[in-house]
C-alpha cells in the first residue's frame, strides 16, 4: 500500500477524497493545505500538516509519495522539494519549471489531467489499436468562459498542444498560429507532423460565462473518432428555448491519472506522461505563440 | 395570379451525376428543353448526355451554337467535366444566356477570370452550384444575422465526405500502372462519387472545397485574404498515384479581421455512418455557434442493411429548390444569386492558393 500525500486547496483536496474508494493499493495519509486554513478532512483520516514546508520537514516518514495541485510557480518549487526527500512527485499545472526536475532519480509524473478524460482514452486505445490507421488529422475546438483556468495563453494552449502531439507520437515539424485582433482570448494553431499528419486547433476563452464546449476529432487512414461535446447534449425545458445539458464524464480524468502515479510507482516503471512529454508540450507552445507574434512558419520545411 | 415567366433551359453537357439539371426540371419556372454538346467529345460524354435527353424526351444535339441558336433558350445549366465548365459557361453567356454551372467553377483561375468578365460584358445571370440553402446553413446566418454571438470573429468548417474512392492507398501492387484519373472517374459514376470527373485530376480540395469555402462566404460576407494549407494523401490510391490531395486543412485570413479555418477530407465509407462529419463553428463577440450541417435527419437501421447505405439520412433538404428559387428570383429582379461568378472565382482563387501554400509550406496571399 502506497501512503499518498497531497498538497493542494481544500476544494482539490474534496475531488481527491472522493476517489479514495476507487484507489488500488494506494491511501491517503497526510495533507498539506496551499491556502491557510484548508482542511484535508475530505481525505479521510489523514495527518494534517499547516504547510507543505511543515510535511516535508515534519510529516515525512507519514507518507512514501506526493501529490501536488498548485499553480505553475509553487509546484515546481514544491516538486523539487519533494523529490529532494527521495518521494515520487505527482505535479499538477506542470510548466517549464517542472521539466527541470525531471533528471532526478525520483519518479516525477507532471498531471496532464486532458490525456485522462475517458473520451481522450477511448480515442488514444482506438488509435493504438490500429482501428483508425495512421494518423491524418487532429481537430479540435475548445472554447472557455474567459479566466475559467488559467494565467496565461500558455497554459491555456497547452493540454492541445500535448494531446496533439501525444496522439501523433511526436512533436510537430511545423507550426503556424492565427491569433484575432478583435478577441485577446483567442488563438488558432495549425501544426504539421511526420508522415503528413496535421492538426488544426482552435482555443477561445471568450464564451459567455456558464459553460464551455471541447470537440476532438482523430481521423486516420482507416477509420475516425469523434470525441465531441456537441454529441453529448442533452436538453433542458423550463420555458423559452430549450437549453442544452452536457452528460459529465466525472472526474474520471482524476482517477486515471492518479492510479496511474501509483501503478508506475508500485510496478517500478516509468509513468505514462514524463517531464520530457512536458518539456515537448512547452516548446510547441513557445512555437505557437512565437508564430502567432512573428506571423511566420516556425520550422516547417519545403512543401509537404 | 400574376402571369410568371417560365425560363427555358438548355443542359450544357451533363457527364457528372445530374443533380444540377435534375434540379433545374424541377423547378416550376424552368423547363428544360434540349441537351447539348461538342460533336467532338468522346463517346462516353455522347452516351451520357443522351441517356439523359432520353429520360426527360428532349432532344440531344451535338453542336452548341446550333442548339442555341434554334431552341430559344434562356439559360444554360453547364454540367461537363470540371476543366469545361468555364468554356461552354463563357460561351453560353456570350450568346447572352444566364448559366448555372456545377462546381467546381474551374480547375484554373484564368478560365474564372474569364467567366467573370462575360458575364459582366454580357449582363447576364451565374449561379455557382453551393449548399448554402441546406436547412442548417440557413439557421446559421439567422443565428449570426439576429447578432446572437455579436460580432463574427472566427469560423471553422470541418467538411469530411465519408465516400470510397476507389481502391485504399497502398493497395496497388508493385509493377501496378497507376490509376488513370477519368477511368477511375468514369467507374465513379455508378455510385455518384464521381465529384471530379475530367481528365485533369483534382484534390479534394478543387472538388469539394467550394462548399465549406461558400459557407463561410456567405456567412462572413468576406473574402480569404491569406491562406497556409498542409496537405496530404491519406486515403485513395487514385489520389496517390495522380498527385492530389485527399485530406487539407487550411488556416485563412478573412478580411475585417475575421480568422478561421477549413479541415476537407474525403475520408472513406468506413470512417462515418452518414455521408459525413460536416460542421460549422463560429465564434463571435458575445458567444459561440456549433452546427452539424446535416441536421435535420433521420436515423434508419435496420436488418441486412446495406453496409455503405447512410444511417442518418438528410430531411428537409430544401437546398435545390431554393438555389433554383434564388436563380428566378435574380431573373426575375436582377438581384444577385446567393453565389455568383465573382464570388465563386474568389472562393476558386483561395483554393489554388491552398494548393500552392500545401506544395511550398508557405502562407499565400489570395488573389481576390
Not at chain 1, 514544491?78 to 515520487?88: E, V
Not at chain 1, 494553431?189 to 464551455?212: E, K, Q, T, V
Request: hydrophobic residues 40%.
Amino acid at each position: 500500500m502506497i501512503r499518498l500525500a497531497l498538497i493542494s486547496s481544500a476544494e482539490t483536496a474534496q475531488a481527491y477524497g472522493a476517489l479514495s474508494t476507487r484507489l488500488r493499493r494506494a491511501a491517503w495519509t497526510a495533507f498539506a493545505p496551499l491556502d491557510s486554513g484548508g482542511s484535508g478532512q475530505a481525505l479521510g483520516q489523514v495527518t494534517e500538516a499547516t504547510s507543505a514546508e511543515e510535511l516535508f520537514t515534519n510529516q515525512a516518514d507519514v507518507f512514501d509519495a506526493v501529490v501536488i495541485a498548485a499553480d505553475q510557480a509553487s509546484a515546481g518549487r514544491l516538486a523539487k522539494a519533494a523529490s529532494s526527500l527521495g518521494k515520487p512527485v505527482l505535479a499538477g499545472a506542470a510548466g517549464s519549471n517542472l521539466t527541470a526536475l525531471g533528471q532526478a532519480d525520483t519518479l516525477l509524473m507532471p498531471a496532464h489531467p486532458w490525456r485522462f478524460l475517458p473520451s481522450i482514452q477511448s480515442v488514444k486505445r482506438s488509435l493504438d489499436a490500429g482501428k483508425l490507421g495512421q494518423a491524418g488529422l487532429l481537430r479540435i475546438h475548445r472554447w472557455l468562459p474567459p479566466g475559467a483556468d488559467v494565467e496565461s495563453q500558455a497554459e491555456r494552449i497547452l493540454p492541445d498542444a500535448d494531446l496533439a502531439c501525444w496522439l501523433f507520437g511526436s512533436a510537430p515539424e511545423s507550426v503556424w498560429s492565427l491569433q484575432s485582433a478583435a478577441n485577446p482570448g483567442y488563438i488558432q494553431f495549425h501544426l504539421g507532423f511526420a508522415n503528413d499528419g496535421m492538426a488544426m486547433i482552435d482555443i477561445a476563452a471568450s464564451l459567455p460565462s456558464g459553460g464551455d464546449y471541447f470537440s476532438l476529432t482523430m481521423i486516420g487512414g482507416t477509420g475516425a473518432a469523434y470525441a465531441d461535446d456537441h454529441h453529448n447534449m442533452n436538453l433542458l425545458y423550463s420555458g423559452g428555448q430549450p437549453n442544452a445539458i452536457r452528460t459529465s464524464q466525472g472526474r474520471a480524468d482524476l482517477g486515471g491519472q492518479l492510479q496511474e502515479f501509483v501503478d508506475a510507482i508500485s510496478e517500478q516503471r516509468e509513468p505514462s506522461v514524463t517531464p520530457t512529454d512536458t518539456a515537448t508540450a512547452v516548446a510547441v507552445v513557445e512555437h505557437i505563440l512565437e508564430s502567432a507574434d512573428n506571423r511566420q512558419v516556425i520550422g516547417g520545411k519545403e512543401g509537404n | 395570379m400574376a402571369e410568371t415567366k417560365t425560363f427555358r433551359a438548355g443542359v450544357f453537357s451533363v457527364v457528372k451525376h445530374c443533380y444540377l439539371p435534375r434540379a433545374v426540371a424541377a423547378h416550376p419556372r424552368f423547363e428544360l428543353v434540349v441537351v447539348t454538346d461538342d460533336a467532338d467529345q468522346p463517346d462516353w460524354v455522347h452516351e451520357r448526355n443522351q441517356k439523359f435527353a432520353d429520360e426527360f424526351g428532349i432532344p440531344y444535339v451535338r453542336d452548341v451554337a446550333k442548339a442555341i441558336a434554334e431552341y430559344d433558350l434562356d439559360m444554360a445549366a453547364v454540367s461537363p467535366e470540371a476543366e469545361r465548365h468555364c468554356d461552354l459557361a463563357v460561351r453560353a453567356a456570350d450568346a447572352g444566356l444566364h448559366v448555372i454551372a456545377d462546381k467546381p467553377m474551374s480547375t484554373r483561375l484564368s478560365e474564372c477570370d474569364r467567366l467573370v468578365e462575360a458575364g459582366q460584358r454580357n449582363d447576364v445571370k451565374f449561379l455557382l452550384w453551393n449548399r448554402n440553402y441546406l436547412p442548417a446553413v440557413v439557421q446559421t446566418k439567422e443565428a449570426i444575422d439576429s447578432g446572437a454571438i455579436g460580432e463574427l470573429q472566427a469560423i471553422h468548417v470541418d467538411f469530411y465526405f465519408s465516400k470510397n474512392a476507389g481502391p485504399p492507398k497502398g493497395s496497388h501492387a508493385e509493377g501496378d500502372p497507376p490509376i488513370n484519373w477519368l477511368d477511375r472517374q468514369m467507374e465513379a459514376h455508378a455510385d455518384g462519387s464521381d465529384g471530379g470527373v475530367g481528365k485533369e485530376a483534382m484534390g479534394e480540395l478543387e472538388i469539394e472545397g467550394i462548399y465549406p469555402l461558400g459557407y463561410i462566404h456567405m456567412l462572413t460576407g468576406q473574402n480569404v485574404q491569406r491562406v497556409f494549407a498542409r496537405t496530404a494523401t491519406h486515403f485513395h490510391q487514385a489520389n496517390v498515384d495522380n498527385d492530389v490531395d485527399d485530406l487539407a486543412t487550411v488556416s485563412l485570413e478573412l478580411g475585417g479581421g475575421v480568422v478561421g479555418s477549413l479541415c476537407i477530407g474525403r475520408i472513406g465509407a468506413a470512417s462515418h455512418p452518414d455521408i459525413g462529419e460536416i460542421k460549422i463553428h463560429v465564434i463571435g463577440s458575445e458567444g459561440g455557434l456549433v452546427i452539424t450541417e446535416a441536421r435535420p435527419e433521420v436515423s434508419i437501421y435496420y436488418r441486412d442493411q446495406p453496409p455503405l447505405e447512410f444511417k442518418n439520412e438528410r430531411i428537409a433538404n430544401e437546398n435545390d429548390f431554393l438555389l433554383m428559387d434564388d436563380f428566378a428570383r435574380a431573373l426575375d429582379t436582377g438581384s444577385e444569386p446567393i453565389l455568383n461568378a465573382k464570388a465563386g472565382r474568389d472562393i476558386a482563387a483561395t483554393v489554388f492558393a491552398a494548393v500552392e501554400s500545401g506544395k511550398t509550406g508557405q502562407p499565400v496571399e489570395v488573389d481576390c
